[in-house]
Nanobody, 123 residues
Framework: QVQLVESGGGLVQAGGSLRLSCAASGTIFRPIAMGWYRQAPGMERELVAGMSRSSRTYYADSVKGRFTISRDNGQITLYLQMNSLKLEDTAMYYC?????????????????WGQGTQVTVSS
């Protein structure tokens, strides 16, 4: 089992920045493939950014050039640096982890989820 705890959400003005963190614990095969999802009210949950075990990255078109996913040297803490935030970035952000052993795959489905951290962008 893997436990995930997110932090770093909050209220920020449009154009500002936030950095989300996700600490993983439990039975982990390092490095672990992880990703960030978000869900706005009335919307489906969407994959914002993902990282394979080999550190390949994926970004949704809506956040390319503004968000950066990264992992610490211990390979079990995931970050999402969010710059130039827009009103439409307002959502609950979830950290997710996959048990895949595939080295290059950026998962689209994840077995483990955090509780989420709210990001609200104001005008």
């Amino acid at each position: 089992q893997v436990q995930l705890v997110e932090s770093g959400g909050g209220l920020v003005q449009a154009g500002g920045s936030l950095r989300l963190s996700c600490a993983a614990s439990g039975t982990i095969f390092r490095p672990i493939a992880m990703g960030w999802y978000r869900q706005a009210p009335g919307m489906e949950r969407e994959l914002v950014a993902g990282m394979s075990r080999s550190s390949r990255t994926y970004y949704a078109d809506s956040v390319k050039g503004r968000f950066t996913i990264s992992r610490d040297n211990g390979q079990i803490t995931l970050y999402l640096q969010m710059n130039s935030l827009k009103l439409e970035d307002t959502a609950m952000y979830y950290c997710a982890a996959s048990s895949t052993r595939a080295w290059e795959v950026i998962p689209r489905t994840y077995e483990y989820w955090g509780q989420g951290t709210q990001v609200t962008v104001s005008s």
